[in-house]
């Protein structure tokens, strides 16, 4: 699903990426094509038609690249927006869990605005929420449309069956696990608290710590590396993951995935970055690298996906790069960055 904006083209350095390494290790990988977002709006009218939604049902896994377009933003009168298609999908296909990783790479960890030894080291995990919370409670207007409301609503399964899986990524790591809540305000973060304490049983072996938002924001880029595996619901989860690619240098670089009990969806964090589209130069190292999360985790290919992430490093100690990060030297374009990656596969 390439979406909007930059979308088409980082999904294409994907395919070729994709299928390099599935001619390297004689697989084959069966592509189809689906739209989404004001691609699809266009088409038919809808963000997230239905003839998509049954692609994906009928996919091992979902490569997808960015939704938005400017046209909407601006216009908040607007009926259907690329957005809601977003919401839509994630719901449809029970998404329930946003995989977000930060890490720094060693050729690059001067890109960062912040200070090399505080960043250094940094290797986290964020696990967002993503089907639940603020974004999907009832929301509406009253009193003549002067006052509004979005509520937000968790239920025990819902927090239990993220907190699993945050528990569970925790022991295949370093076995820390942060509680991101608002617990000294909110009633749905008091569930969080009481819910993730009740399970801490089920794994002793887990350290789990309880902190709030604010202060987890602030910490996140003073010692981002004392963190590990965090759990927290959708908003938070939203903001607090474009604040940790910062500590990585480039939103370009950030790969995700989306999961739940029989879905994967694999996407950049970036947005479809519509000044850039068309142009041939937009970053597409985090849609490769969300190709190698789909490798590792969707196919259980763990050597295929090792390979895309070495021949990613290689790219970039070598400055085989996008403008982003080429600084003051040669920069290469969106499609020979995909095309260096593929050959050297
Ligand atoms: C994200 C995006 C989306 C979100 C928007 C586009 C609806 O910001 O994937 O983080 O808020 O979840
Ligand atoms: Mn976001």
């Known amino acids: 699903m390439a979406g909007d904006g930059i979308g088409p083209e980082v999904i294409d350095q994907a395919v070729k990426v994709c299928d390099a390494v599935a001619n390297k290790f004689d697989h084959t990988i069966n592509w189809t094509p689906a739209l ?19 692609i994906c049902l ?14 909407f933003d601006n216009d908040p009168t607007a009926k259907v927006r690329p957005e809601q298609g977003l919401l839509k999908m994630r719901k ?18 001067d890109n960062s605005p912040l200070k090399r030894e505080r960043i250094e080291g940094t ?3 964020f696990l967002r929420e993503l089907t639940g919370g603020i974004y999907f409670g009832e929301k509406g207007r009253k009193d003549n449309g002067d006052t509004a409301y979005d509520n937000c609503v968790y239920t025990k399964e819902e927090v239990t069956r993220l907190a699993k899986k945050g528990f569970e990524l925790a022991m295949t790591r370093t076995k820390k696990l942060c509680c991101v809540d608002k617990a000294n305000v909110l009633e749905t ?28 924001a602030m910490r996140l880029v003073q010692w981002p590396n004392s963190y590990d ?19 990585s240098g ?28 068309g142009k041939d130069i937009a970053n597409p190292l985090a849609t490769i690298l969300s190709a190698a999360m789909m490798f590792e985790d969707a196919f259980q290919l763990k050597e295929e996906a090792k390979m895309i992430r070495d021949v990613v490093n290689r790219s ?14 040669k920069s290469y374009k969106t499609s020979e960055v995909g095309d260096w990656l593929a050959k050297n596969i």
């Open 229 to 247: 595996v965090l759990i927290t619901e959708n908003l938070f989860g939203d903001i607090l993951t474009d604040e940790a690619s910062v500590i």
């Open 250 to 277: 480039s939103m370009g670089l950030m790969p995700s995935a989306s999961v739940g009990e029989e879905n994967y969806l694999y996407e950049p964090i970036h947005g479809s970055y519509p000044q850039a589209a």
């Open 316 to 329: 970039l100690a070598e400055g085989i790069v996008t403008e982003d990060l080429s600084g003051d030297k």
């Open 36 to 54: 989404t977002g004001a691609a699809a709006i266009d088409a038919v009218g809808e963000p997230y038609p239905d003839e998509t939604h049954e």
């Open 123 to 125: 290797d986290l995990v």
């Open 92 to 109: 449809k296909l029970g998404l329930f869990a946003n995989v977000r990783p930060t890490f720094t790479f060693p050729s690059l960890i």
């Open 189 to 216: 973060s008091r569930l969080w608290r009481e819910t993730v304490q009740n399970m801490e049983k089920d794994y002793p072996e887990v350290e789990v710590s309880y902190e709030f938002v604010d202060a987890v």
């Open 58 to 71: 009928g996919a091992d896994a979902v490569l997808f690249g960015a939704i938005g377009h400017p046209r």
